[in-house]
């Protein structure tokens, strides 16, 4: 056995210990818990505690957490003592099943948007049995969710898992109309793809835009950037595949299949893929890779920025998040399948995923909405802030031909009927044939490519979830009621591929027509977190998530409220770190160099009165001109900064932002950079692009 063998995994409290560990009858009631999603009896959850808490200690763990996701999209923990005093001054390890199912937090400073009020700030966690307890730092964490004492959540957990029961319930439905009575549950298959920058630690720390901001506000362009393609899959450095190592083995420790490693189009920017699993579990082990990345990164002397842009002018990075339906039976409703029956079923799931992305573009362009990454879509690489399907040239030609009812000229010659004819098989996108596409078929799931990469996968994916389970629901009440099934298929998805066609784009997404013709097609532009956010409070939207009972209008409220309150404050600590680094660091190196450079052109002229001697007092007059431009910017972006409205509602205060304070910071930036392009380098105050970029 390989050393791999035996250390994945190991700190898990996953299903090969627990059957080892447990005895059998707690074992099997647990599974039934896990797998159907029952309550769990506080018996059985004791004798877990029990097992968890023995395995825990013997492998050096002294405390235990709740582990949750709190709305601000980092994880939360606060550790207890295994530790429970006897007489005799002495203590006993104990963690009891009440503890392990239940726990209080208070919590009064993480977010709520209104929706704990800081009088009863106390909130509850519970247990999600559904993703394995783990061992991180001396510490047993137990996954959890996260409420309010009324039951709202306070969290990314809880809508995702009944997001999950959402669509699960409605995919159901629809395979029961297909016979698969032996499909009980469905559940969302997850591998999310998560890009990285890695910069020297010592380089980063001369930096006060890196540290407060996670991005760099200044920076000219370097001579050499990412024209030449050549960082993409290039050959790993040393240094870099120390640390990819490493980071490897941290994450099979912990059980996250870390699978792929490759370096990614900028200069120090790599990704990692890990294998997918059941979503909710994706998003607790996303969060994991992104906390380890960072600790491992440190103790190879580097920083790792997980911010979506951090370099102007080279690509930014992202979450890609491949996405699928697999039933209990191990089936993936997005497989074309190899009967027609199946076909006819994958077209019925195909056109429920076309036509939820269709209606509901606004949402999922606002769940990936961020600060950070309103700098990376719609720019350079990413895709823009547009939503659109690439189905690739077979499956769309299909489609047509099912819509006109014409012939099929691929392999199939004669008229496609549903449920008569299979479906070829379509070859699995290995190459990424369309990096621009936003949201992108590939052969037996989707790619949904907005995602920063700093960002929770759980939102997407909640409304992934959801704008699915509502199309599928709305299927499935026209099918029950359908006399011949058959013919009432065809037609459904023949209306259907009629009525969400314009969502269907192949070219290229960051072609300048595209713009218009999205326009003409109708399609929803969202260009900024302002634009974005709130329509997570309109009618439509209200409605869908409450049918569902994924969110209520209140937490879709405070998710709206929570999100432009961060862009606001993101945006403010951003323009707060330039007016320092302008003022303190950039101004005053500037003017001394200019100084130098007078007084340069003084002793030249001194020297030698007949020579002109223009160059350095060319340079002096240069540099004393960007100086006042860098000045006026300053003093531009400080009184912008001091205008910024106060209103309960954070949108106004977003909309400041975006509106006044954003151009002011561009207009700084610009000034500081020009600077930059002709200040000596030993001058410049903090290491510059090409330093930080190829550093490493
Ligand atoms: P690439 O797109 O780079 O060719 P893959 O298609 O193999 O690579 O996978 C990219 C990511 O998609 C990986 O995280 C992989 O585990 C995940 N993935 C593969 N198949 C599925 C599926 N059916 N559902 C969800 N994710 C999947
Ligand atoms: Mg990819």
Not at 144 to 152: I, L, M, P, R, V
Not at 279 to 299: F, P, S, W, Y
Not at 313 to 335: A, Q
Not at 675 to 696: C, G, Q, S
Request: charged share 25%; with cysteine; aromatic share 8%.
């Amino acid at each position: 056995m390989s050393s791999m063998d035996q250390t994945f995994g190991i700190n898990v409290f996953n299903d090969f210990v627990m059957r080892e560990r447990l005895p059998r009858e707690t074992y099997r009631t647990l599974h039934k818990t896990i797998d159907d999603g029952r309550r769990l009896d506080p018996q059985v959850a004791s004798v877990v505690a029990n097992a968890m808490k023995d395995w825990a200690i013997e492998r050096g763990a002294t405390h235990y957490t709740h582990w949750f996701q709190p709305l601000n999209s980092v994880t939360a923990e606060k550790h207890d003592a295994f530790i429970a005093p006897v007489p005799g001054g002495r203590v006993i390890s104990e963690f009891s099943g009440k503890e392990l199912v239940r726990g209080e937090a208070d919590a009064s400073s993480l977010p709520s948007g209104g929706l704990r009020s800081t009088f009863e700030a106390r909130g509850y966690t519970a247990w999600d049995p559904t993703s394995y307890a783990f061992i991180k730092d001396q510490t047993l964490c137990i996954p959890t969710a996260y409420c309010s004492y009324s039951g709202e959540a306070l969290d990314k957990k809880t809508p995702l898992l009944r997001s999950m029961e959402a669509v699960s319930r409605q995919a159901v439905r629809v395979l029961k109309l297909f016979g698969r009575d032996d499909c009980t549950r469905v559940v969302p298959s997850v591998g999310p793809e998560q890009e990285y920058f890695l910069v020297d630690k010592a380089l980063y720390d001369r930096r006060s835009d890196l540290i407060f901001a996670g991005r760099t506000l200044f920076g000219a362009y370097p001579p050499k950037g990412q024209e030449l393609g050549d960082h993409f899959f290039g050959t790993i450095k040393p240094r870099v595949q120390a640390f990819m190592t490493e980071l490897n083995e941290e994450l099979w420790k912990l059980g996250v299949l870390a699978k792929t490693e490759h370096n990614e189009t900028a200069p120090a920017q790599h990704e990692m893929a890990p294998i997918y699993s059941v979503v909710n579990v994706a998003c607790d082990h996303n969060q994991l890779t992104m906390e380890i990345m960072k600790k491992v990164a440190g103790r190879h002397g580097l920083m790792c920025l997980l911010n979506e842009k951090p370099f102007e002018g080279v690509n930014g990075s992202g979450k890609h998040n491949n996405w699928s339906l697999t039933t209990n039976t191990g089936y993936n409703l997005l497989e074309p399948g190899d009967s027609p029956y199946e076909s006819a079923q994958f077209l019925l799931f195909l056109m429920s995923v076309i036509k939820a992305v269709d209606e509901h573009q606004d949402m999922l362009r606002a769940s990936v909405a961020s600060a950070g990454n309103d700098h990376r879509l719609g720019g350079f690489e990413a895709p823009p802030a547009i939503i659109s399907i690439f189905l690739g040239d077979e499956l769309t030609e299909i489609l047509e031909a099912l819509e006109s009812g014409a012939s099929y000229n691929g392999r199939e010659k004669t008229d496609m009927a549903i449920g008569v004819h299979m479906l070829p098989k379509f070859p699995r996108d290995t190459t990424d044939r369309n990096r621009t596409s936003p949201f992108a078929f590939t052969g037996n799931k989707f790619e949904f490519r907005m995602l920063g990469s700093s960002a929770s996968i759980s939102t997407a994916n909640v409304v992934l979830n959801t704008i699915v389970a509502e199309s599928l629901r709305q299927f499935a009440d026209e099918l029950e009621g359908a006399d011949r099934f058959q013919e009432a298929l065809h037609d459904l998805i023949v209306r259907n591929i009629r009525e969400h066609k314009r969502i269907i784009f192949n070219g290229n997404n960051y072609a300048e027509d595209w713009l218009a013709e999205a326009e003409r097609r109708g399609l929803t532009r969202l260009d900024t977190t302002v634009d974005a956010l709130p329509c997570y409070t309109s009618e439509k939207n209200i409605r869908l998530f409450s049918t569902h009972r994924v969110l209520s209008e209140s937490e879709l409220k405070s998710r709206r409220d929570i999100g432009l309150d961060s862009y606001a404050k993101m945006t403010g600590i951003e323009a707060k770190t330039m007016l320092m680094m302008a003022r303190r660091e950039i101004l005053p190196a500037v003017l001394r160099y200019a100084g130098d450079m007078a007084e340069a052109a003084n002793r030249l002229r001194s020297f030698n009165p007949e020579q002109p001697h223009t160059a350095a007092a060319a340079l002096a007059a240069k540099l004393s001109c960007g100086c006042d431009r860098l000045h006026k910017g300053i003093e531009a972006l400080e009184s912008a900064m001091s205008g910024i409205p106060r209103s309960p509602d954070p949108l106004t205060e977003a909309g400041y932002m975006k509106n006044v304070v954003l151009p002011a910071m561009q207009e700084l930036r610009s000034a500081a950079d020009d600077l930059e392009r002709i200040t000596d380098r030993k001058a410049w105050p903090f290491p510059t692009y090409d330093e930080l970029l190829f550093n490493v």
